[in-house]
């Protein structure tokens, strides 16, 4: 499929999911951030946090980020109702460099795109794909890890890869790339729209679609929590996950990106990709 090369963006910022290991110190963090008292002097010495000083963000003291936390390993609501995952630690410790304390607001995947284009939040951050097309609403980061569109099946399935998804019904997560790219390729009507992921998948085991698009990282846990479902080995695209906030919010963005950069430096980004995902 033509879409593997053409979403392969360069990145100084990509890490190798392989190569990660160890463990994050980063907290868990609730979704309900209290204080707004969170200039930390530890913050303010890192140079991204003495840039961060005068940015305006939506909630005074605070760093909001959208996000749909169904999607594991990225962000997952766990059990007892905490928030979870690499988005979650990695966007903790850019607001922690940023002197800002992390305000977690989550909700539909369509709807967190949005609430940073309109500036209802500072940033989105849900394992978000960089494409041409979001690049002409939002502006990105730079990419902190790297996605691919896998195809989930029944054990038992006949479609063996990308092309023998013709004339198949493809269950995805709405306002996703997978569901994007499934209904360029194959049409709107081969394309049904879930909820999330998870709902995708369990229409899959119910038999209502023959095939489920969606990134592999979270394919590996749904297939892990399915029986009698695998994951194509041929991978459907290849994608750059970035934080995107409102076009024309550079002060946001650099401070963001000096953020991730300093955290790549001293190996915090990945050993919080090393705490979620176990290199195989
Ligand atoms: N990477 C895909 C996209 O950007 C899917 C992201 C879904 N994320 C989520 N938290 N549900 O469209």
Avoid: W
Wanted: charged share 20%.
């Amino acid at each position: 499929m033509k879409k593997i090369t053409a979403l392969m963006l360069s990145s100084a910022m990509m890490l190798s999911l392989a190569a990660c290991g160890g463990s994050a110190s980063t907290d868990a963090v609730s979704s309900e951030a209290a204080s707004s008292e969170a200039v930390s002097s530890e913050a303010a010495t890192s140079e991204a946090g003495a840039e961060a000083a005068e940015l305006t963000t939506v909630n005074a003291g605070k760093l909001t980020m959208s996000t749909n936390a169904e999607f594991p390993p990225y962000e997952t609501t766990t059990d007892s109702g905490e928030l979870e995952g690499i988005d979650i630690d990695v966007a903790a410790a850019v607001a922690e460099k940023l002197g800002l304390e992390l305000q977690v607001d989550d909700m539909d995947f369509d709807a967190a795109l949005l609430a940073a284009q309109n500036g209802k939040s500072d940033m989105v951050m849900a394992g978000v794909t960089v494409t041409d097309e979001r690049l002409k609403v939002m502006d990105f980061s730079d990419t902190y890890a790297e996605g691919i569109q896998s195809i989930i099946v029944k054990e038992d399935s006949p479609i063996a890869s990308p092309d023998d998804l013709a004339d198949k019904m493809i269950g995805t997560q709405r306002g996703t790339t997978g569901y994007i790219y499934c209904s360029d390729d194959f049409g709107d009507d081969h394309v049904t729209p879930y909820d999330s992921g998870l709902t995708a998948v369990q229409a899959l085991v119910n038999g209502q679609v023959d095939a489920v698009v969606i990134d592999n990282a979270p394919a590996k846990e749904f297939v892990k929590a399915n029986p009698g479902l695998k994951i194509l080995d041929t991978a459907y695209a290849q994608e750059d996950y970035a934080i995107g906030v409102a076009k024309g919010n550079t002060e946001l963005l650099n401070a963001i990106n000096g953020a991730l950069e300093e955290l790549e430096a001293d190996g915090t980004l990945q050993a919080i990709v090393g705490k979620y995902i176990t290199a195989e």
